[in-house]
């Protein structure tokens, strides 16, 4: 910088304190023009760029695909959003192996577009379909397809159309009393205790005739998974609910293809593997008559537009021993579970608010009415139904009747039954035993004496069943519980009884009618709310007959001595050893 000093001391207008600054233009004030960035080379020639850029994004999409395992179908939002990231990997390659050229931000940005061409014409494209897909499937513009998506039919009379079942069918256990008995029985193994773990998604399923849950085993950890991995997994455990019985069921040849698994024989990436453009439900666990352990994939479709709509259509069953997979579109009629409860609930939330349009269900509301919050199984006719509740959009405290769903062919029936919600019976059913702080289960809807009624186990702390109690649907202070079914149900119709619903001869239980010979060695009598019982004791036993007047006036001619063919009510197919089991009938010997 150039300056001068005043030697005199006087004003200079130029400068300040004795420095007078240069002037503009001189060539003391011209700084040094800057050097021109050098732009960066590319890699080869346009034909060696794209092979690169092409076999990164192939690297990428490959591993993505492998570790995500996308379904590469439209209806999939997961296939839309690999596609997104296979055009953001290329065109980052493109860039880079082109040599980020371009001058000033107008320049780059034409740089880049020139780049990638291709890939943001397929980005536009999807946006594009996206858009159009989600107006296609908007419930506002298509209600009226969501509400068809069930096939509901009225159920007409409940006890009329739902029959008495025997002890051996009802289901006395949730899924958590389950799996506390699966982990204990295998706690008993100690060959397998140490090496595996229960896999808690059990599954209930009809299986012999008999309700039951089951069960995969899966590794206890990377390490106890690599030294069992060629052997496999070598039992399932399979719950009886009515017994409550737990039993690990030891496989000639171990599972091999389960969620539990790794790599190949990972059951989600068997799956995709085999059928890549299929979209699937969570698999389940389920065992064929014969015992053979299955996953039934069931197959996801959707049906209004391009993702409304949610249906099943047919499944994949995948042998969980060999690995071999077959899609069938009706599938065999062992297999008890194809539709989740989840999409059954769904679909019928779609009817319920939408089968008089989609301004009904927010205007007026006529007739808009939603599935309660919980959900239980029941096996009727060698099939699972699942049952719920339905109340009314404007009213969570009773409900206006339940549905039953076939949860492998989807038959739906709408029985009208007004009463309390299944939360309002549970909380009457543990009013009933406040002292024990018990905790009710999720309630079934069973017939008991030609009334709807709900059924549940009272559990204490330590997770295990203490208790059943029964609960009258229409008149739910109508409570009765008992430390047996039978003892329940005794208790219950007599409650139904006082309360004037049924008839005091209606008071047969509906368990297990088993018939023996035996010789009288004792008989007691007394009165029981106004009915006399007579207590009769077979020389074979210590356990007593309750004979009740009002249902066998006979048993009043009884002696000492006689020898009878009894007919008794119990959960299991013997005689009991001791206690009080009620007797339904009798006839004289010979």
């Not at 014409?121 to 998506?149: H, K, N, P, T």
């Not at 399979?238 to 790599?263: N, S, W």
């Amino acid at each position: 910088m150039a300056f001068t000093f005043n030697f005199g001391g006087g004003f200079n207008p130029g400068g300040f304190g004795g420095f007078t600054p240069p002037a503009q233009g001189s060539e003391s004030f011209q700084t040094k023009p800057p050097k021109p960035r050098k732009p960066r080379k590319a890699i080869g020639n346009a034909f060696t760029r794209t092979l690169i850029n092409l076999g990164v994004t192939l690297v990428f999409a490959l591993a993505y695909f492998y570790l995500e395992l996308p379904a590469l179908n439209f209806h999939a939002e997961e296939f839309y959003a690999f596609v997104f990231l296979v055009c953001v990997v290329y065109c980052a390659c493109a860039v880079i192996t082109s040599g980020f050229q371009g001058d000033g931000f107008k320049g780059y940005v034409g740089f880049v577009k020139k780049q990638c061409t291709i890939p943001f014409i397929l980005f536009i494209g999807m946006i594009a379909a996206i858009a159009i897909g989600a107006l296609s499937s908007w419930v506002v513009l298509r209600a009226g397809s969501y509400s068809e998506l069930l096939p509901l039919r009225e159920g007409g009379d409940f006890t009329a159309g739902v029959e008495e079942i025997s002890y051996n069918q009802i289901p006395m256990l949730d899924a958590d009393s389950a799996q506390r008995l699966g982990n204990r029985k295998l706690g008993e193994l100690s060959d397998m205790v140490s090496q595996f773990e229960i896999l808690p998604t059990y599954t209930q399923i009809n299986y012999q005739g008999r309700p039951v849950r089951v069960t995969s085993l899966r590794y206890g950890d990377l390490i106890k998974w690599f030294t069992n991995r060629s052997q496999g997994l070598p039992a399932y455990i399979i719950i009886d609910m009515v017994t409550q019985e737990a039993e690990v069921v030891r496989l000639e040849e171990g599972m091999k293809y389960t969620p539990a698994e790794h790599f190949g024989r990972n059951l989600y990436r068997h799956l995709r593997f085999h059928y890549p453009t299929m979209m699937f439900d969570e698999p389940v666990f389920e065992i064929n008559e014969e015992g053979t352990p299955y996953w039934v994939c069931s197959r996801i479709v959707k049906t209004i537009g391009l993702f409304g709509g949610t249906d099943v259509k047919g499944a994949v069953l995948v042998n969980a021993i060999t690995g071999e997979s077959e899609y069938w579109e009706e599938v065999p009629g062992w297999v008890d579970r194809l539709y989740s409860s989840d999409i059954i609930m769904e679909q019928y939330d779609y009817y319920g608010q939408y089968h008089n349009g989609f301004l009904n269900s927010i205007f007026g509301q006529k007739d808009v009415t939603l599935t309660t919050e919980g959900y239980n199984y029941i096996a009727l006719e060698d099939d699972v139904y699942m049952y719920t509740g339905i109340t009314s959009v404007t009213s969570d405290q009773s409900n206006i009747g339940f549905i039953l769903s076939n949860q492998r062919t989807k038959e739906t029936s709408f029985y009208r039954v007004a009463g309390a919600t299944e939360y309002s019976a549970m909380e009457s059913a543990q009013s009933q035993v406040q002292q024990m702080r018990y905790e009710a289960t999720f309630p079934l809807l069973l017939n008991i004496a030609e009334q709807p009624t709900y059924f549940m186990a009272l559990k204490g702390a330590d997770g295990l069943v203490k208790m059943y109690a029964m609960v009258n649907v229409e008149q739910y202070q109508i409570v009765s519980t008992g430390a047996t079914v039978a003892e329940c149900e005794k208790n219950y119709r007599q409650s139904l009884s006082h309360n004037g619903l049924i008839s005091a001869g209606d008071t047969t239980l509906t368990g297990q009618g088993q018939e023996q010979t035996g010789t009288i060695a004792e008989i007691r009598s007394a009165v029981i709310e106004g009915n006399t019982h007579y207590y009769i004791r077979m020389e074979q036993g210590l356990a007593y007959l309750d004979f009740s007047a009002a249902q066998t006036p006979e048993a009043v001619l009884l002696n000492v001595g006689d020898t009878i063919v009894y007919t008794f009510v119990t959960e299991s197919a013997q005689f009991p050893t001791g206690g009080i089991v009620t007797a339904t009938d009798f006839r004289y010997a010979g």
